[in-house]
């Protein structure tokens, strides 16, 4: 197919009062937070359709300190450490006193948590409320239906946002492309949000969806916007080593918690070897020796000596699931492999979820509030976005008769961006490129020379597709991130530290 560069047509351009990109935890409970303060109107867009959000795909749960023996200067301090203390703490108090409320809101919403919390490794306490093994589903099924309801919020799928409109130092929208088109539309909004979710994609292997390919950050970049903490991805211990839509199934910490061991390819446990905690270890350091020990042949799930039923039980999407692929989790060894899951870092907001382009604000997994510091406590995740959606609505509610004087002028979306669209194929095949280098010299393990080949490599790519273009300004301020850190901190792991 031939490339082809269009100065593209204008033709439905829209206006919001409130514009929300991404339809994950973060954009549904900001959107309907601002509809519960009856600001305005709310549009909120996505890449593709509702559910295509690494929301949904969450197992585990959301962390609340919410019975007698817990406190929150525990979970604090929880976080704290697992961040290695690079978190703002404001911003972790904040986080964590909320936490409360923010399980009540999706309560409201008709979420049914289980009576009893769990534990999850780094959590001092039980207090990760889940609804089953795949509390994400339960939670953005609840979140849509009351989106769905909600009079002021519209809602609009496979919008691509590809540029954020910047008119005197301010953000006032973004044009977007249909994805299954060409024509790109302006929509104009007096106060933005972006919650466009995570960058694992940028990476061979990843539990993410294929939706989270740091959109955002490449927005924020375009803008003139600086990304901080990029270096702290964390990777994952445990996915079933398959391939599958673009992703790897995650298999959840808490199977660990719950006895699993993890075995070689001789059937024997190592883990003892890296830390004395063996399978409760860390995430990180999990990971590290898995990815080791897979150098000498395949690593396994193993539950065959936990009781069956229990097992079944206790896990039934995840059971179910592997299924489908001829495993049975309570009997068989279950493949596995270290996963990229998560970005601690982001576009950097402050308190109130702003970001330093007037008009621009961030939530979720895009943001850097520094909650999560340079390695991200299970089971905060979902939770930030709860609770810094809400704050982002409140600062709104703050400003709302300001807000109401602002004029959307249309004069200013004249300038619409000229993209190139190459065909889906060597777009796929640039992609493939990326996360193959980004996997093997960006991954777990990094050293400098690693890192400053990936940075010439990336750049190399001749794509002029702007998805592509995209991915390599992200990756390269992932990969600055990492040479600007030469000593390891949380999951950021280099090799061969200089001392
Ligand atoms: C397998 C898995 C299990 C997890 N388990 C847990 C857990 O148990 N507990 C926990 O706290 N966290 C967990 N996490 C992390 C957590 O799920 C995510 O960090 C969180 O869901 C992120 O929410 P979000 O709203 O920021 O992003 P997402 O839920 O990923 O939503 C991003 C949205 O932005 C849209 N988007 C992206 N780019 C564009 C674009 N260019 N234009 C328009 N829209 C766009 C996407 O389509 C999507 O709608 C898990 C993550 C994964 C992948």
Same mark, same amino acid.
């Given at each position: 197919?031939?490339?082809?560069? !269009?100065?593209?047509?204008?033709?439905?351009? !829209?206006?919001?009062?409130?514009?929300?990109?991404?339809?994950?935890?973060?954009?549904?409970?900001?959107?309907l937070h601002?509809?519960? #303060?009856?600001?305005?109107n709310v549009?909120?867009? @996505?890449?593709?359709?509702? /559910?295509? #959000?690494?929301?949904?795909?969450?197992?585990?749960?959301?962390?609340a300190?919410? *019975?007698k023996?817990?406190?929150?200067?525990?979970?604090?301090?929880?976080t704290?450490?697992?961040?290695? &203390?690079?978190? &703002?703490?404001?911003?972790?108090?904040?986080?964590?006193?909320?936490?409360?409320?923010?399980?009540?809101?999706l309560?409201?919403l008709?979420?049914?948590?289980?009576?009893?919390?769990?534990?999850?490794?780094?959590?001092?306490?039980?207090?990760?409320?889940?609804?089953?093994?795949?509390?994400?589903?339960?939670?953005?099924?609840?979140?849509?239906?009351?989106?769905?309801?909600a009079?002021?919020?519209?809602?609009?799928? &496979? #919008?691509?946002a590809?540029?954020?409109?910047?008119?005197?130092?301010?953000?006032?929208?973004?044009?977007?492309?249909?994805?299954?088109?060409e024509?790109?539309?302006p929509?104009?909004?007096k106060?933005?949000?972006?919650?466009?979710?995570?960058?694992?994609?940028l990476?061979?292997? *990843?539990?993410? *969806?294929?939706?989270?390919a740091?959109?955002?950050?490449?927005?924020?970049?375009?803008?003139?916007?600086?990304?901080? %903490?990029?270096?702290?991805?964390q $990777?994952?211990?445990?996915?079933?080593?398959?391939? %599958?839509?673009?992703?790897?199934?995650?298999?959840?910490?808490?199977?660990?918690? $719950?006895g699993? /061991?993890?075995?070689?390819? +001789?059937?024997?446990?190592?883990?003892?070897?890296?830390? +004395?905690?063996?399978?409760? #270890?860390?995430?990180?350091?999990?990971?590290r020796?898995?990815?080791?020990?897979?150098?000498?042949?395949?690593?396994?799930?193993d539950?065959?000596?936990?009781?069956? +039923?229990?097992?079944?039980n206790?896990?039934?999407?995840?059971?179910?699931?592997?299924?489908?692929?001829?495993? %049975?989790?309570?009997?068989?060894?279950?493949?596995?492999?270290?996963?990229?899951?998560?970005s601690?870092?982001g576009?950097?907001?402050?308190l109130?979820?702003?970001?330093?382009?007037?008009?621009?604000?961030?939530?979720?997994?895009?943001?850097?509030?520094?909650?999560?510091?340079?390695?991200?406590?299970?089971?905060?995740a979902?939770?930030?976005?709860?609770v $810094?959606?809400?704050?982002?609505?409140?600062a $709104?509610?703050?400003?709302?008769?300001?807000? !109401?004087?602002i004029?959307?002028?249309? &004069?200013i979306?004249?300038? @619409?961006?000229?993209?190139?669209?190459?065909?889906?194929?060597q777009?796929?095949?640039?992609?493939?490129?990326?996360?193959?280098?980004?996997?093997?010299?960006?991954?777990?393990?990094?050293?400098?020379?690693?890192?400053?080949?990936?940075? +010439?490599?990336?750049?190399?790519?001749?794509?002029?597709d702007y998805?592509?273009?995209?991915?390599?300004?992200?990756?390269y301020?992932?990969i600055?991130?990492?040479?600007?850190?030469?000593?390891?901190?949380?999951?950021?792991?280099?090799?061969?530290?200089?001392?």
């Amino acid at each position: 197919m031939k490339n082809h560069m !269009k100065n593209h047509m204008i033709n439905h351009m !829209k206006k919001t009062d409130y514009l929300i990109i991404g339809a994950g935890i973060a954009g549904l409970a900001t959107a309907l937070h601002i509809n519960k #303060a009856n600001l305005g109107n709310v549009l909120v867009i @996505t890449k593709g359709e509702l /559910k295509q #959000a690494n929301t949904y795909w969450a197992q585990g749960g959301i962390a609340a300190v919410m *019975t007698k023996e817990d406190r929150f200067v525990k979970h604090i301090n929880d976080t704290l450490e697992a961040g290695a &203390n690079h978190n &703002n703490r404001d911003a972790v108090r904040h986080l964590v006193e909320n936490a409360p409320k923010a399980i009540r809101f999706l309560e409201s919403l008709g979420v049914k948590f289980k009576k009893e919390p769990a534990l999850e490794g780094g959590h001092s306490e039980a207090r990760i409320w889940r609804t089953s093994d795949f509390t994400g589903q339960d939670v953005l099924d609840q979140l849509i239906k009351a989106v769905q309801k909600a009079k002021n919020i519209e809602v609009q799928e &496979n #919008a691509d946002a590809i540029e954020l409109i910047v008119d005197k130092d301010t953000c006032k929208g973004v044009y977007v492309r249909n994805v299954n088109g060409e024509e790109i539309v302006p929509i104009l909004a007096k106060k933005t949000v972006l919650a466009t979710g995570g960058l694992g994609q940028l990476f061979a292997k *990843t539990s993410n *969806t294929k939706a989270a390919a740091g959109d955002g950050l490449a927005l924020a970049v375009n803008a003139g916007l600086e990304l901080s %903490d990029l270096e702290f991805i964390q $990777f994952h211990p445990t996915a079933f080593d398959k391939y %599958d839509d673009g992703r790897y199934f995650l298999l959840s910490e808490t199977l660990r918690g $719950f006895g699993a /061991k993890v075995v070689n390819s +001789k059937g024997e446990r190592f883990l003892e070897e890296y830390d +004395k905690r063996a399978e409760l #270890a860390p995430r990180d350091i999990v990971t590290r020796a898995i990815y080791f020990e897979s150098m000498n042949g395949k690593v396994f799930l193993d539950m065959h000596h936990l009781d069956a +039923k229990a097992v079944r039980n206790r896990f039934p999407n995840i059971a179910k699931r592997l299924k489908q692929y001829g495993f %049975d989790l309570a009997k068989n060894l279950i493949p596995i492999t270290p996963i990229a899951h998560f970005s601690c870092g982001g576009i950097p907001v402050n308190l109130q979820g702003a970001t330093k382009l007037a008009g621009l604000y961030a939530v979720g997994e895009v943001a850097n509030s520094k909650v999560h510091g340079a390695n991200r406590l299970a089971s905060n995740a979902l939770l930030e976005g709860l609770v $810094f959606g809400e704050v982002i609505a409140k600062a $709104f509610e703050k400003n709302k008769e300001v807000d !109401k004087g602002i004029e959307l002028d249309e &004069n200013i979306v004249l300038n @619409t961006p000229k993209i190139v669209i190459e065909s889906l194929p060597q777009v796929k095949a640039y992609a493939k490129r990326i996360q193959q280098i980004m996997w093997e010299r960006a991954g777990i393990v990094r050293n400098m020379d690693g890192l400053k080949l990936a940075l +010439k490599e990336i750049t190399e790519i001749p794509a002029r597709d702007y998805r592509i273009q995209h991915r390599q300004i992200v990756c390269y301020k992932l990969i600055q991130a990492c040479l600007h850190r030469s000593q390891s901190l949380g999951c950021h792991y280099i090799a061969n530290e200089l001392t």
